[in-house]
């Protein structure tokens, strides 16, 4: 007789479904990096900073990586 577990591990994802799942958690990991430079660029010090990102719940992962991202200053536009 087998378990609901082993009927579940029997059951092989998609390569569409598994491809979907990889998007998915690359998008929230961007999202995540993008949210701790916002926090960082707001808060006021150190305690606030770690009080927001815990309530967003970054964790210290996605603040390393948040920090590995180049950061790129926006043009200066001119007038035509």
Not at 51 to 70: E, H, N, S
């Amino acid at each position: 007789m087998t378990s609901r577990i082993d009927a579940f591990a029997a059951h092989s994802i998609s390569d569409s479904e598994a491809a979907r799942a990889e998007a998915e958690a690359a998008h929230y990991a961007e999202s995540r990096k993008r949210a701790a430079r916002v926090v960082a660029a707001c808060a006021s010090d150190i305690t606030e900073f770690r009080i927001l990102a815990d309530m967003l719940g970054i964790d210290r992962a996605d603040i390393v990586a948040a920090r590995q991202i180049p950061h790129v200053r926006p043009r200066n536009r001119r007038a035509a």
